[in-house]
């Protein structure tokens, strides 16, 4: 087991989640990181779809998608793992488990809530999305 997919959202769960990877794959020699931000392509009403061209959500989507991503490879960096990173758009579950399988993931680490934050719950609902949807092991952090 040496390939880990990473979602990171930019909450703080994420990165949480992200410093075990990074624990976890320097103990094991020849690990991957694969750190992947995934958001939903965006429904505009029509009144505003009209106005807004569907190039340029896009764009501020994967803009902001991107500083995540940046923020995150900055805590993978200086650890010597090795690491790839990718912006995704779908549904974010089921993106997330399909993107950890077709690239040949072992397993996936994850926060337990995402940036929606904290609930009563012991996971969020797109942690417990990715749990019914991979068949792969799925680490969820605290």
């Keep these: 087991m040496n390939s880990f997919l990473v979602p990171v959202d930019g909450s703080s769960a994420a990165l949480r989640a992200l410093r075990e990877a ?3 794959a320097t103990r094991i ?6 750190l992947v931000h995934v958001h939903e392509p ?3 009403p029509e009144g505003i779809a ?7 959500v896009d764009a501020l989507l994967r803009r902001d998608a991107e500083a995540v991503l940046d923020r995150a490879e900055g805590e993978v960096q200086d650890s ?5 990173r990718a912006v995704l758009s779908g549904p974010v579950a089921q993106t997330i488990a399909a993107h ?5 993931c072992d397993a996936l680490v ?5 940036i929606t934050g904290e609930g009563d719950l012991p996971a ?4 417990l999305k990715v749990l019914r949807a991979s068949a792969l092991p799925v680490i969820l952090v605290r």
């Design 42 to 44: 965006p429904r505009l």
């Design 22 to 24: 990074v624990r976890l």
């Design 110 to 114: 994850m926060g337990r809530h995402g």
């Design 50 to 56: 009209a106005h807004v061209p569907g190039a340029e």
């Design 124 to 127: 969020g609902s797109v942690a």
């Design 100 to 104: 950890a399988e077709r690239i040949g």
């Design 80 to 84: 010597g793992v090795r690491y790839t």
């Design 29 to 34: 020699p020849g690990s991957t990181l694969h």
